[in-house]
C-alpha cells in the first residue's frame, strides 16, 4: 500500500494529542482550514474517518487509535535520529596518546576552538590503537605508525626524529657533557619496548656494551619531563621539545638525528571523509602539525 503523506500524518499526530485542530493549528502554525485538508487527505487515502467531532473536541475512531502509537513511534525516531545526526556534525572526538596531547594537541587548542565555536570537540588520550575505529570511541586519530589499514585515510604529518636533550640544571657548573660522557648520567628511556638509546649511539659511532641502563618511561612526555627536571638525558622527539629548548628548561647535547621506521600521522575513516567537523580539524591539524603544505579545503 502507498504510504500517505507525511505532512498529514504530522498535523494527525498533533491533532490527536491535543484533542483539537483549532490547537494543532497554532502548534504547526496553521490555519484551522488547512489542518482540516490534511486531515481530510489522510481519511482518504485510508478510506476511513479518524475522528469523531464532538462538542468537546476531537476524539479518535478505533482507526486512529490504532494509527496513532504507530505514527507517534515513527515521529519520535524521525525526531531522535535527525538530531543524533544534527549532534554528530557539531561533534568530534579526537583520539592522541597523552604525549601528543600534552605537547601537541593542547598547547594549540585554543586555535582551533576560537576557529570553530561552534563545534564540540572531546580529546580522547589513550596509547592503543584500534586500526579499523571499530570501537567508536573517537572519529579522528593522531597516530605513529608505520603500516596503514585498508578503510582509513592517513595524512602524513612528519617523520619522527629523536636528538638527546636535558635540564642545564643536571650539569650545574659542569660543561655540557660529549657523547663518551653520556653515560655518566643517567639515561632516561622514552619507551620500555623500543632500543631507543642503543640506536642512537650507534648512529653517533659510539659503542657503549652490550647493556645500556635507562630508567624507562610510559610515554615520551613523562621522558621529557624528567629530564626537564634535571633527572638525567632523554632521548626526545624534536617536534616535541620547541618550547622547553626556546624557554631553557632543555638543552640540545647533539646533533645526531636518530630518524625512526614510522612517522606521525592524522586518521580518519572514509566514511567520515566529508563530516565538515573532521574537514575542519583536518586541516587545521595539517596546517599546525604537518611538515608538507596542507591540502586546500574540500568542504
Known amino acids: 500500500m502507498k504510504l500517505p503523506p507525511l505532512n498529514a ?3 494527525f499526530l498533533v491533532a490527536a494529542e491535543h484533542h ?10 496553521l490555519t484551522q482550514g488547512a489542518v482540516s485538508r490534511h486531515i481530510q487527505t489522510l481519511e482518504a487515502h485510508y478510506g476511513l474517518p479518524l475522528f469523531v ?27 531522535a ?61 593522531f597516530q605513529a605508525c608505520e603500516t596503514q589499514e585498508p578503510g582509513l585515510i592517513y595524512h602524513r604529518l612528519r617523520g619522527a626524529r629523536f636528538v638527546p636533550v636535558a635540564s642545564p640544571a643536571l650539569f650545574k657548573d659542569k660543561p655540557r657533557p660529549t657523547i663518551e660522557q653520556f653515560l ?9 619496548e623500543d632500543q631507543f638509546w642503543s640506536q642512537w649511539f650507534a648512529l653517533s659511532g659510539m659503542n657503549p656494551g652490550s647493556s645500556i641502563e635507562a630508567y624507562a618511561f610510559d610515554t615520551l612526555d613523562l621522558a ?7 633527572m638525567g638525558i632523554t632521548l626526545a622527539e624534536e617536534s616535541m621539545i620547541a618550547d622547553d629548548l626556546a624557554n631553557g628548561s ?14 606521525y600521522y592524522l ?22 602539525f604537518s611538515d608538507s603544505p596542507p591540502p586546500q579545503a574540500t568542504l
Do not use: C
Open 250 to 263: 632543555l638543552v640540545q647535547l647533539s646533533d645526531v638525528a636518530l630518524v625512526t621506521s614510522w612517522a
Open 81 to 141: 535520529a535527525s538530531e543524533a545526526i544534527s549532534r554528530r556534525s557539531r561533534e568530534l572526538r579526537v583520539k592522541a596518546s597523552p604525549s601528543i596531547a600534552s605537547r601537541w594537541v593542547l598547547p594549540r587548542f585554543t586555535q582551533f576552538r576560537n576557529r570553530y565555536p561552534e563545534l564540540m570537540v572531546s580529546l580522547v588520550t589513550v596509547t592503543g590503537f584500534d586500526p579499523n575505529f571499530k570501537s567508536r570511541e573517537y572519529d579522528i586519530s
Open 20 to 29: 483539537s485542530f483549532t490547537k494543532a493549528g497554532e502548534t504547526l502554525h
Open 224 to 230: 621529557i619531563t624528567a629530564a626537564s627536571r634535571g
Open 267 to 288: 586518521i580518519y575513516p572514509q566514511e567520515l571523509a566529508t563530516l565538515p567537523s573532521v574537514i575542519a580539524f583536518r586541516d587545521w591539524a595539517l596546517s599546525e
Open 53 to 79: 467531532r464532538q462538542a468537546r473536541g476531537l476524539t479518535l475512531t478505533p482507526e486512529g487509535v490504532a494509527l496513532f502509537p504507530a505514527v507517534r513511534d515513527a515521529f519520535s525516531r524521525i525526531e
Open 9 to 11: 500524518l504530522r498535523v
Open 184 to 192: 655518566d648520567y643517567p639515561l632516561l628511556h622514552p619507551s620500555h
